[in-house]
């Protein structure tokens, strides 16, 4: 069955410090990998990674995927309140048969203090 | 920029009765999706849908159907709601299978 798991479930840190979300994932015909940021409404689209090593940087968020060991992270350096939120991991492979669709892991919940 | 728009916030019903969720994109996506998200269990795949009139359960499909009548517009039904479809309930679409945007969602409370 696939799957993705995303730890920690939780985090609480204070402003300045930096931050790393771990990924990980057993998905059928492995696609692309997805990171969201969900705060108060809907997911935001963070990244796409779809080769490994090569990382993707926007600001303070940077992220990495290993598909030989099958896991992503997301680091956020010098975090600030604003990036209180819930991250999500997504992959996208084969499910069912059908043309596939997002697997989600559980999300990890990041909650940054002044 | 992509626009799906889903119809209700908030929503409360009553136990057993019909419900309809209500999902509009404005991009002319063919793959549109409706996932609950529940504390604890993240985002789970309710029924997603590749084309007008065409539909795949996803992994929770029990006690839920949909709707693709128009390519812009994709509806979940809640046949007879229960107090355990309380939840918060997210529709996506995406022209391919990467990069989805979602919706603003509606949180249901079933009482």
């Known amino acids: 069955e696939d799957k993705v798991v995303q730890s920690p479930l939780s985090l609480v840190v204070h402003e300045g410090d930096t931050v790393t979300l771990n990924c990980s994932y057993e998905?059928?015909?492995?696609?692309?990998l997805l990171w969201y940021k969900q705060e108060k409404k809907a997911p935001t689209f963070l990244f796409m990674l779809?080769?490994?090593?090569i990382e993707k940087k926007s600001g303070r968020l940077s992220s990495i995927l290993d598909k030989k060991e099958l896991f992503s992270i997301l680091n956020i350096t010098a975090t600030q309140t604003g990036d209180s939120a819930i991250y999500l991991c997504?992959?996208?492979?084969?499910?069912?048969?059908?043309?596939?669709?997002?697997?989600f892991g559980k999300g990890t919940k990041l909650s940054v203090k002044p | 920029d992509v626009k799906v728009t889903q119809s209700s916030r908030y929503l409360v019903k009553r136990t057993g009765e019909k419900v309809f969720l209500e999902c509009v994109q404005d991009?002319?996506?063919?793959?549109m999706f409706w996932y609950r998200q529940d504390p604890g269990l993240g985002l789970r795949l309710i029924y997603f849908?590749?084309?007008?009139?065409?539909?795949e359960k996803g992994d929770i499909p029990e006690g839920y159907s949909v709707s693709r009548e128009k390519k812009e517009r994709f509806s979940l039904i809640l046949e007879s709601a229960s107090t355990n479809q309380t939840s918060m309930y997210l529709c996506?679409?995406?022209?391919?299978?990467?990069?989805?945007?979602f919706g603003s969602g509606t949180r249901l409370t079933v009482v």
């Open positions: 996506a679409s995406s022209l391919i299978q990467y990069g989805y945007t």
């Open positions: 998905v059928t015909n492995f696609r692309s």
């Open positions: 779809t080769s490994s090593g």
């Open positions: 997504a992959v996208a492979g084969m499910h069912g048969g059908s043309q596939g669709n997002l697997i």
């Open positions: 991009m002319d996506h063919e793959n």
């Open positions: 849908s590749y084309d007008v009139k065409m539909k």
